[in-house]
């Protein structure tokens, strides 16, 4: 079975700052990976996915993730964060086996300030 | 290309009483599937749909959920009779295959059971 943890909740950073979103996942198969976003009333939207190659993988909105497979991690970053990145980030994993079954980790929040 | 559509997007209940949700998937997406997303955790899934059939209700709780793909199309999911613990966003996605990888999620239905 697999497992996320986001390890932060909240994440609060100032405008044009960097910003990094922590995940660590469990699996004893391989897996595929995501990072979805949510805004304030709204469904969830696919930001980027590592399912495999390259493990640095590159979203929409200027986001970035490296698959580390030894530490286990799929962090996400971003360069320059922006007030519209506020939102409900949330890491997901699924079997590259069972892909139907995708696991969410319980979100970050991430809270930009002027 | 219009996107999932779900209603209503707020439900206050009391308990012990009986509510429908009823999603309407993007046009052409065979899989359908449905997640209850607590408030401070990560959205679980429910059941999922290919077309009209059912791949996996495995953490349905089938006593007082029920949940139905008539024609393959659109989908409602019930509650009776309501526990608070039902309180939640309930998230409808579809996907053109089987893979979360395509999945596309609507604004979700806000549950509150008092």
């Known amino acids: 079975a697999q497992s996320v943890t986001q390890l932060d909740s909240q994440v609060p950073v100032f405008e044009e700052a960097p910003v990094e979103l922590r995940c660590n996942y469990s699996?004893?198969?391989?897996?595929?990976l995501f990072w979805y976003v949510q805004y304030p009333n709204q469904g969830l939207q696919l930001l980027l996915k590592y399912l495999s190659g390259s493990t640095l993988v590159k979203g929409i909105n200027g986001f970035e993730a490296e698959f580390n497979k030894s530490q286990t991690s799929f962090h996400l970053r971003k360069p320059s964060v922006h007030i519209s990145d506020t939102a409900e980030y949330f890491c997901a994993v699924s079997s590259s086996y069972n892909t139907d079954k995708l696991i969410f980790g319980t979100g970050t929040r991430l809270q930009v300030f002027p | 290309e219009a996107g999932v559509a779900q209603s209503p997007r707020y439900k206050i209940i009391e308990k012990r009483q009986s509510v429908a949700f009823w999603c309407n998937p993007i046009?052409?997406?065979?899989?359908l599937y449905w997640y209850q997303q607590i408030l401070g955790q990560g959205p679980k899934l429910l059941i999922q749909f290919q077309n009209n059939g059912v791949v996996d209700d495995s953490q349905l709780p089938k006593d007082r959920f029920s949940a139905e793909r008539l024609k393959g199309v659109d989908s409602t999911l019930k509650i009776q009779p309501a526990k608070l613990e039902d309180s939640a966003v309930y998230l409808c996605?579809?996907?053109?295959?089987?893979?979360?990888?395509?999945?596309?999620f609507g604004q979700g239905t806000r549950l509150t059971v008092v």
């Open positions: 046009s052409g997406h065979a899989t």
């Open positions: 699996s004893s198969v391989s897996v595929y």
């Open positions: 996605a579809s996907s053109t295959d089987s893979t979360h990888t395509e999945a596309f």
